[in-house]
């Protein structure tokens, strides 16, 4: 006997799950759409290497299943080629449970991915951030350490979520750290360990007003602008806040909310990574977000949208769209 009431509701969750993951692009003007690939996403760097952008985020799995790396690159934006399974967890000998939350920086000529891995919750547990290094940005990346770099907690900070920024003096550093605490530590040339600062201490403390995890920075008009993610990343109030500084070191205040859910569009949009078309100079903000009436804490999506300043340098709030953005082609 037939169900016409179940055959409508099947159809309809179908369709559902359909739209969650299609492009919201239109003939009359293509944009990216959100999410910008389909698949469970989350935590996504997004950089630009030469001509080509590229987004490298957490395959958003239970952590039995999270155990590589996709990416994914584009020439506009709009377009996107997948890149499949760029890191594994059995290239890497000392992780065993989960790789997250990604961080990939070019230097002389080689590709590093930094990433979290076994999510320890004390300092007799192996696991925290790792680094593997690859000839191109899409791999394959393999175990650069054979250990972590950066295994114990400092300052409170769980090592994870970690992000490799590049200052205008062509120095690194690495901005990392869950539990409601953040550290910076200097990289050394050879990204295998740190150079103290001046005071001795490697890793410094930056935690600002209502940081949990997942911190971006970068610079613009000669000021530091520091970004987190705060609230819980299951929940719908997960979000992103910033903060502005002249010193890399801080202080960093928190100034506003800059990322949230929007009850009409999506949830939790939260752990980001920006995104700077220096010929344009536009800015993009590249954020994963939960598809209204998701449930499951893993079924996040990756999406990507404009991000501006006011006058004075302040961020504005960030529009969440289902457009995604137009074509910004690297020149």
């Known amino acids: 006997m037939k169900h016409p009431a179940r055959t409508l509701t099947l159809a309809l969750t179908l369709a559902s799950m359909a739209c969650a993951f299609t492009p919201a692009s239109s003939s009359a003007a293509e944009t990216s759409g959100n999410p910008i690939v389909k698949g469970w996403y989350a935590d996504p760097e997004g950089i630009v290497f030469g001509k080509q952008y590229w987004v490298y985020p957490t395959y958003s799995a239970p952590y039995g299943e999270q155990v590589y790396f996709d990416a994914f690159s584009s020439t506009d934006l709009v377009k996107w080629k997948k890149h499949s399974k760029v890191l594994e967890l059995d290239r890497i000998d000392w992780a065993n449970r989960a790789l997250w939350a990604p961080s990939v920086i070019e230097k002389d000529g080689k590709y590093y991915i930094f990433f979290s891995a076994n999510d320890i919750q004390n300092d007799n547990q192996v696991g925290g951030i790792g680094v593997a290094v690859a000839n191109k940005p899409q791999g394959p990346f393999k175990d650069y350490l054979g250990k972590p770099l950066v295994g114990k907690f400092y300052h ?17 550093y690495l901005i990392y750290g869950g539990w409601g605490h953040c550290n910076i530590a200097k ?25 949990v995890e997942g ?21 719908p109030d997960y979000r992103v806040a910033y903060a502005m500084s002249d010193s890399i070191n801080g202080p960093f205040k ?5 990322l949230k859910q929007d009850p009409a569009i999506a949830t939790g949009a939260g752990h980001h990574s920006v995104i700077h078309n220096k010929e344009s100079d536009s800015w993009y903000i590249v954020y994963h977000r939960r598809p209204l009436g998701e449930t499951d804490g893993n079924h996040r999506v990756t999406c ?20 995604g953005v137009a074509a910004d082609p690297l020149k």
């Open 156 to 172: 409170g900070a769980q090592p994870i979520d970690a992000y490799v920024f590049h200052d205008d003096d062509d120095s690194y």
């Open 187 to 211: 990289l050394n040339d050879k990204f295998d360990g740190f150079i103290p600062f001046e005071n001795g201490e490697t890793f410094r403390s930056i935690t600002p007003e209502g940081y």
């Open 215 to 235: 911190p971006f920075m970068f610079r613009r008009g000669g000021k530091y602008y520091f970004m987190w993610s705060e609230g819980g990343w299951t929940g």
């Open 254 to 258: 928190r100034i506003d909310t800059v």
């Open 304 to 323: 990507i949208d404009k991000m501006e300043f006011d006058e004075d340098g302040k961020i504005k709030p960030v529009k969440l769209t289902n457009e």
